[in-house]
C-alpha cells in the first residue's frame, strides 16, 4: 500500500524568508511524486511532479521540490516567500508498478502555510 | 477551456435524501476522479472512471455511485445521504499516460447533510 505523511499541519514563514514544506513517501516500487496547492473555496491546483530524472524538479510561481529516495521524502521549497504563497498545500504520491486503484494517486492530509508579512 | 466543471456549487440535504453530484471536463482527458475532502484528512478517492465505459471503487466507495456517461462526464450519485457525506467533493481528470499524469480539478460541491 501507498501512504503519504505530511508532518506538519501549519507552517508559518515571514515574507522574503525560504520556505519548506515537509512530505514523506512510502511505496512499493518507484514513485511518482506531486505537490498541488489549493487557495480557500477553491479546487486543487498541480505545482510540480517528479516522475524520473533530475531529482530537483521545478514548476509553478517559483516553487521547486528536492527528491530523496534513500530518505523517501520530496519536500516543496521556495527560495522567497510571499504572502501570495499562503494556502493548503498538499502531497500526492502514486506508486510506479501496482496495477487498479492502488495505481492512483495518495494525498497527504495537507499543510497550511501562512506567509506573514 | 473551461477544464473541469462542477454542478452544483453547495447542497443542502437532509438525512435520506437523494442527489447527483454532476462533473463535466473538456480536455478530452480519458480518466476522471471523484475524491472527498474532510478537514485533516486530505482527499480521498471514492470512485475513477480509467477510460469511458469503465468505473471502479477507491478507497471510500461505501453509500456512493457514480456513472461515466460518456468521455466528457462523470456523476457521483448519493441515492440516501447520510450526515457522514457532509464533506467538500471534487472531480477531476486525467490523461492515462505516465508522462502527464497530474490531474486537473474542479472546483468543487460543498455538501451538507441534516
Known amino acids: 500500500a501507498q501512504s503519504v505523511a505530511q508532518p506538519e499541519d501549519q507552517v508559518n514563514v515571514a515574507e522574503g524568508n525560504p520556505l519548506t514544506v515537509k512530505c514523506t513517501y512510502s511505496v512499493s516500487g518507484n514513485p511518482y511524486l506531486f505537490w498541488y496547492v489549493q487557495y480557500p473555496n477553491r479546487g486543487l491546483q498541480f505545482l510540480l511532479k517528479y516522475i524520473t530524472g533530475d531529482n530537483l524538479v521545478k514548476g509553478s510561481y517559483g516553487f521547486e521540490a528536492e527528491f530523496n529516495k534513500s530518505q523517501t521524502s520530496f519536500h516543496l521549497k521556495k527560495p522567497s516567500a510571499l504572502v501570495s504563497d499562503s494556502a493548503l498545500y498538499f502531497c500526492a504520491v502514486r506508486d510506479s508498478i501496482s496495477s487498479g486503484s492502488a495505481r492512483q494517486l495518495t494525498f497527504g492530509s495537507g499543510t497550511q502555510l501562512t506567509v506573514l508579512p | 477551456n473551461a477544464g473541469v466543471t462542477q454542478t452544483p456549487k453547495f447542497q443542502v440535504l437532509k438525512t435520506g435524501q437523494s442527489m447527483t453530484l454532476q462533473c463535466a471536463q473538456d480536455?478530452?482527458?480519458?480518466?476522471m476522479y471523484w475524491y472527498r475532502q474532510d478537514p485533516g484528512m486530505g482527499l480521498r478517492l471514492i470512485y475513477y472512471?480509467?477510460?469511458?465505459?469503465?468505473?471502479d471503487k477507491g478507497e471510500v466507495p461505501n453509500g456512493y455511485n457514480v456513472s461515466r456517461l460518456n468521455k466528457r462526464e462523470f456523476s457521483l450519485r448519493l441515492e440516501s445521504a447520510a450526515p457522514s457525506q457532509t464533506s467538500v467533493y471534487f472531480c477531476?481528470?486525467?490523461?492515462?499516460?505516465?508522462?502527464?499524469?497530474?490531474?486537473?480539478f474542479g472546483p468543487g460541491t460543498r455538501l451538507t447533510v441534516t
Open positions: 480536455m478530452n482527458h480519458n480518466s
Open positions: 477531476a481528470s486525467s490523461e492515462a499516460q505516465v508522462t502527464s499524469y497530474e490531474q486537473y
Open positions: 472512471s480509467a477510460s469511458e465505459g469503465t468505473t
